[in-house]
């Protein structure tokens, strides 16, 4: 069973920055592409990051040049560096990966951006 498990939420005041993690288990097959999405109260889930297995990447313009995704393929762990923190970046951050063609999610970790 693929399971997704984020951590490094909390809250952080603007200007600061954080880190979340993501651990992937449960499964040893190919896992296609990681990244993260966010959903804040009374929005869509939007995407802000994606990293595919060969290392391309993808960001969304609202965090380009703050956000930075990586990859530890041996720890199936993808992190989300954010930096210059805003307090529009606040919302759920989901983790999520795509194994063997088929989507997988975390359970979220809150990240709150004092003003």
């Known amino acids: 069973q693929v399971q997704l498990v984020e951590s490094g939420g909390g809250l952080v005041q603007a200007g600061g920055s954080q880190r979340l993690s993501c651990v992937l288990s449960?499964?040893?097959?190919?896992?296609?592409?990681m990244g993260w999405y966010r959903q804040a109260p009374g929005k869509q889930r939007e995407s802000v990051a994606r990293?595919?297995?060969?290392?391309?990447?993808y960001y969304a313009d609202f965090v380009k040049d703050r956000f930075t995704i990586s990859r530890d393929n041996a720890k199936n762990t993808v992190y989300l560096q954010m930096n210059s923190l805003k307090p529009e970046d606040t919302a759920v951050y989901y983790c999520?990966?795509?194994?063997?063609?088929?989507?997988?999610w975390g359970q979220g970790t809150q990240v709150t951006v004092s003003s």
């Open positions: 999520n990966a795509v194994v063997e063609y088929r989507p997988y």
């Open positions: 449960g499964t040893t097959s190919s896992i296609n592409v």
């Open positions: 990293i595919w297995s060969g290392g391309s990447t």
